[in-house]
């Protein structure tokens, strides 16, 4: 009920998108989006990072998310990212409804930008780093959400495994960025 109570407060414009990235998260992202011609987003929600991920971008963001419809047969959040897309006027957002694992054969674009956080169990990440990672471009950048121990992020995740396990252990990418939970990687493929 709490879902429905949402979005009906969201198409009053009584409540904004909701998100599990911090505003300081969200401005690291900006910040590394700005020249981006391709950002793919794994993990959508309620589109909040996607919108601003597209308002900075001059390029394109693909948001993918499985949109899976609640108990009504609805998926508020996925008429919340479109609501939200739509009134913010953006016509540079993508939303592709599907599994990552399913869509990342079909999706043949380079990446600038790739931000992981979607499904946060252990081999959903490692998933994800395999099927979206050779698709970022030599000095493209790929964001990790919930890696760190942080107030929005207090347990320990898969994806805080992934990047403690298995990230010091890939040679092609080196952190550059981290705030709060999140970390951002730049990728060297030379």
Known sequence: ?????????????????????????LGLLLDHAKDAE????????????????????????????????????ICYGRWIARTHVRRKGLNNVKLLTGFSADLAPSFDRPIDLLFIDANHAYEAVKQDWELWSPKVRDGGSIALHDCKLAANSPSHLGSRKFYEE????????????????????????A
Request: contains cysteine; glycine residues 6%.
């Open 1 to 25: 009920m709490r879902s429905l109570a949402h979005f009906c407060r969201f198409l009053l414009s009584l409540d904004p998108p909701h998100s599990q990235v911090t505003d300081r998260e």
């Open 38 to 73: 391709t950002v793919c987003e794994i993990g959508c929600f309620e589109g909040k990072t996607s919108a601003a991920l597209a308002e900075v971008t001059k390029g394109t963001v693909y948001s993918i998310d499985p949109f899976v419809p609640g108990r009504l047969g």
């Open 166 to 189: 298995d990230i010091p252990r890939i040679p092609l990418v080196q952190e550059v960025d981290s705030i709060d939970s999140l970390v951002v990687l730049k990728v060297k493929r």
